[in-house]
């Protein structure tokens, strides 16, 4: 198994247009194992679940030097921000993920969830979630409510495929979720946490934005290859979604106002929402 890792990537931000393009889109489809590492998300823009008229809420994205994401900011007017945090050892594992919860989302001060990953096996990556009752960052020990172990068993392409309790030392790991993929390289639907998906929720034949970054795919446990959507006719606008020249998607819509869509980065819920990229070329097929 690859340990969560990401390719290393320029932080050129340039689009290319005609056959530059078509070079770009054939790479993607004549690669599908790769990571899109040409391209990263850099904001994406919502109306947010509870609509102001005229405002808009906002995820910015940052990265470190070798192209891996570090913050997403999440600066939202229309419901409380999370900011979600990503750090690294020095071998370019992840070794922790973690969101900050403003008041009153968490504590009346705030807290942290703090996801720190352990790699005992090539399959096998334990996640302990941790609560911690502060803002604070790092976070401090005594401030810790609650903590609960999961192990992630991943597959010979490194994907999600089953996720264990294990806060019971004296019990073998208790099953807890099961991810299946179609023949297209898909999550099936409904979803491995049982959420049913209105009816006419299908995928398209594009790029999934979670493949920018292996880190996402883990993070948010999709390893999709395509995104999930619903094509509402009786919907004045937003629901046609559009792609850039690299096959991602700039406009997707929420197939379910009640459910986050799975490229909304588990933050937005928005109707539709718009991704930008930064974007260069592929050098060749290992070193981008």
Known sequence: MRRIRVC?????????????????YDYIHSHPDDHISFCRPTHIRGAGYF??????????????AKGDPIDMLDRSITRNSQDQHWRYDNHDRLIAYYITLPPPL????GS?????????????????????DSPEFPPIYKDAFDAHIEAHLLDNRGRIIKTYNLDDPH???????EYTY???????VPNPQGTTYP???TYDHMINPYRTSHVFQFTYKDFSLNNLIAIDPGAVQGQVPAYNQFGLPV??????????????????????????????????PIDY
């Open 51 to 64: 609509a102001y008229p005229g405002y808009v809420d906002t995820l910015t994205f940052f990265y470190n």
């Open 182 to 188: 179609d023949a297209n390289g898909n999550l099936e």
């Open 199 to 201: 009816e006419g929720t």
């Open 112 to 132: 942290i969830v703090y996801h720190k990953y352990a790699y005992p096996r090539p399959n096998w990556v334990t996640d302990t979630i941790i609560n911690y």
């Open 171 to 177: 019990q073998p790991p208790q099953l807890q979720s």
């Open 8 to 24: 290393t990537i320029s932080a050129c931000i340039i689009l290319f247009a005609g056959s530059s393009c078509k070079k770009a």
């Open 251 to 284: 406009t997707l819509p929420v197939p379910s106002l009640t459910i986050f869509t799975p490229i909304a980065f588990d933050a937005m819920n928005s109707n539709p929402i718009e991704i930008d990229y930064a974007c260069s070329m592929p050098k060749g």
């Open 106 to 109: 968490g504590t009346p001060t």
